[in-house]
């Protein structure tokens, strides 16, 4: 374990040094900008850091910092850096996060193109020991002629992380459709089953009357368009009344 440093001691001439920093700051920005003195912190042994509140439009909760520091044996100090620093309640842009991070499902147009990473940890050759052998290019050529022309497929972990964002969504078994539903989509004669391994969890459902047509739920889902689904009681058209049989004809009408 790394033992604990101690802090830096306040160096006395450095922290009553509030004009000296005020001073070198209003030489670089308004002095209208400049509010009052927050305080010191020290920084290091004979460098200590001045905070003054900065009173420029559109910097609420943002502070001058103006760092001083004192060589060894000497009694006057010298400013190093003013600088304009965030405080507690400053507003701040949010963390920048690269684009690729940034795409949602939904946001590619038409036109648009999200190129894969080549060691994209998703996806693995479809077949190996190509690139040990002399003409590389040939092997790609008969896999193509028997219809294996992918050059890549589904990784394990790729497939896991499908499974897993498929399963939590909203086409899984915590959907608030499945609380109502008459049964779970493996008995729902509109489900198409996948193939492979991810077929043993999820299908496709095929039911154009459902919310989720064309979509892959999990075996475990359901929704109201089951395919065994049936009315109850409570749910069936009102039975109507009686007939009444008008039997009255013109005859009856003129003896009134």
């Known amino acids: 374990m790394t033992p604990a ?13 509030l004009d000296q920093a ?10 209208a900008d400049v509010g009052e003195h927050l305080g010191g912190e020290a920084e290091g042994v004979k460098v200590v850091t001045h905070y003054f509140t900065c009173l420029r439009s559109g910097y609420r909760g943002w502070r001058w910092s103006v760092t001083v520091a004192r060589a060894p044996r ?8 003013v600088v304009l620093l965030p405080g507690d309640e400053a507003i ?16 590619l147009g038409p036109g648009d193109l999200l190129p894969t990473e080549v060691d994209d940890p998703r ?39 499908a499974a897993e964002r ?4 909203s086409h899984g078994p915590d959907s608030p459709l499945v609380e109502s539903a008459p049964g779970v989509c493996a008995s729902c004669g509109f489900l198409v089953r996948l193939t492979g391994s991810l077929g043993q969890l999820f299908g496709a459902c095929a039911n154009a009357f459902a919310n989720d047509d064309g979509r892959v739920v999990s075996l ?31 005859e009856d009408l003129e003896t009134f």
């Open 22 to 31: 005020r001073s070198a700051l209003v030489q670089l920005v308004p002095e």
């Open 92 to 107: 701040l842009a949010p963390a920048w996060v690269p684009w690729r991070e940034r795409i949602r499902p939904g946001d």
């Open 123 to 161: 996806l693995v050759p479809s077949f190996t020991g190509a690139d040990d052998l002399p003409d590389p290019e040939a092997v790609q050529e008969v896999a193509e002629e028997l219809g294996l022309g992918r050059r890549r497929v589904m990784s394990p972990e790729g497939r896991d992380l």
């Open 220 to 250: 475990d889902h359901g929704c109201g368009a089951h395919s065994e689904a049936k009315l109850g009681k409570r749910n069936l058209p009102q039975p109507l009344p009686e007939p009444a049989l008008d039997t009255l004809g013109w």
């Open 5 to 17: 440093t101690k802090p830096p001691k306040l160096d006395a001439v450095a922290a009553e040094a």
């Open 166 to 169: 498929w399963y939590d969504g």
């Open 74 to 81: 000497q009694k006057d100090v010298t400013v190093d850096e």
